[in-house]
């Protein structure tokens, strides 16, 4: 149980355009998600807490305006990096749990390149 | 000072070693501890789960939780190269759900 599934899975674009990215919780309900970014050989670092039928909370340093959030359902969070640049390549990685005690899944993450 | 320490690595073992992995915390409000573990371009796979202080194991992992001295630890017995990963801490001080990760040790089994 409390499969995770974020697609796609590796994305291309050029700069200037958007990307959006999935995560869906499976075979559980979440009320919250959290989108995390992570740089090669580095750790994974919270960018946003995605809230079900509320706006983002976004972590200090994080451009709402440039990484959409929207969390329309219980099962699915988006993220959308807006007018992506080189600098935005990462490992995007979201995440949930099947409730606030129990702890975090991951989704198996998103390799974004910008060209 | 980073909320939670972990030493990169790399960590290199023969086959069938007992693996040694810590971190070490500076916020005495984490309650919940946890290790992933994470392959190579694939999202971390939760391993242990603990809250509190004290002991858990499962199969050939056993963590475990210090609060006194702001010390966990994982061990893995009969380690085996399907074990290669980076493994990373992660803690929480409210509920499981906002997690500060250490940075991961990466660790290789060599047959």
């Known amino acids: 149980g409390a499969v995770v599934s974020q697609h796609p899975s590796r994305v291309i674009c050029k700069s200037g355009t958007s990307v959006k990215i999935e995560c869906r919780s499976l075979?559980?309900?979440?009320?919250?998600m959290f989108w995390y970014r992570q740089f090669p050989k580095q750790s994974l670092m919270l960018m946003a807490t995605?809230?079900?039928?509320?706006?983002?909370?976004?972590e200090q340093g994080v451009e709402k305006d440039k990484f959409l959030i929207n969390h329309a359902s219980l099962t699915l969070s988006t993220l959308t990096v807006t007018s992506a640049h080189p600098e935005d390549s990462s490992f995007y990685i979201c995440?949930?749990?099947?409730?606030?005690?129990?702890?975090?899944?991951f989704g198996n993450g998103t390799r974004l390149t910008v060209t | 000072q980073k909320e939670v320490e972990q030493d990169p690595g790399p960590l290199s073992v023969p086959e069938g070693a007992i693996v040694s992995l810590n971190c070490t915390y500076s916020?005495?409000?984490?309650?919940?501890f946890m290790w992933y573990r994470q392959y190579s371009r694939k999202g971390p796979e939760l391993l242990m789960y603990?809250?509190?202080?004290g002991n858990k194991e499962d199969g050939r992992f056993t963590a475990q939780v210090d609060k006194s001295s702001k010390y966990i630890s994982l061990f893995i017995r009969d380690s085996q190269p399907s074990d290669s990963a980076t493994y990373l801490c992660?803690?929480?001080?409210?509920?499981?759900?906002?997690?500060?990760f250490g940075q991961g040790t990466r660790l290789t089994i060599n047959p």
């Open positions: 075979d559980f309900q979440a009320t919250t």
């Open positions: 603990t809250y509190s202080s």
């Open positions: 995605s809230n079900e039928g509320s706006k983002a909370t976004y």
């Open positions: 916020n005495s409000a984490f309650q919940y």
């Open positions: 992660a803690m929480s001080k409210q509920g499981a759900q906002k997690l500060v």
């Open positions: 995440s949930a749990g099947t409730d606030y005690n129990s702890p975090l899944h």
